[in-house]
């Protein structure tokens, strides 16, 4: 009989600080949608549509996945920003999260998106159709979010032109 030996994975590039707690949410409680903030003034006549989400960085949602899923040691076989969704989905029970490049604010849109700066968005909202504009958590749902990330979520503008929105398997 072979002896199946353990392999062990090093965590040592890996901090993981102790569980903090999340905030608590209650999603049996019955709450309106969401109101988000109001849209760029922009949003009939810009070549992008425009995507609400909060920015969160690789790092930061990697650290969000090592501090709170279940699993932790899953970061070598997952990536930690899938990880750092599932939390965010679960906790809520708000389906409906992704992640996506946006343009930064106050940005001119590049003529090249070669040479465009991105930032990563925690996105919630877009304004490329009216079901996935009123697609909307609860308020319970949407404050918890909030409180997560620290602040109220904001409009981008999405890094590719309308015309190449079903490129991204957003329906």
């Given at each position: 009989m072979t002896e199946v030996v353990p392999v062990k994975c090093s965590?040592?590039?890996?901090?993981?600080?102790?569980?903090?707690?999340?905030?608590?949410?209650?999603?049996?409680?019955?709450?309106?949608?969401?109101?988000?903030?109001?849209?760029?003034?922009?949003?009939?006549?810009c070549d992008r549509y425009f995507v609400l989400g909060w920015i969160a960085s690789d790092a930061w949602m990697k650290d969000f996945a090592m501090k709170y899923h279940s699993n932790?040691?899953?970061?070598?076989n997952l990536s930690t920003?899938?990880?750092?969704?599932?939390?965010?989905?679960?906790?809520?029970?708000?389906?409906?999260l992704t992640t996506m490049a946006v343009l930064p604010e106050g940005i001119p849109i590049p003529e090249n998106l070669d040479d465009a700066p991105l930032e990563q968005v925690v996105a919630l909202s877009f304004t490329a159709s009216r079901y996935l504009f009123w697609r909307r958590p609860t308020r319970a749902q949407y404050k918890w979010l909030s409180e997560v990330f620290g602040s109220e979520p904001k409009w981008y503008r999405d890094v590719a032109p309308k015309e190449h929105w079903d490129q991204h398997g957003i329906y």
């Open positions: 965590m040592d590039d890996v901090k993981i600080e102790e569980k903090h707690e999340l905030p608590p949410l209650d999603i049996s409680l019955p709450s309106k949608r969401a109101r988000y903030p109001r849209l760029p003034d922009d949003v009939e006549t932790p040691e899953w970061a070598y920003i899938n990880m750092a969704l599932d939390v965010l989905e679960l906790r809520t029970g708000f389906r409906h």
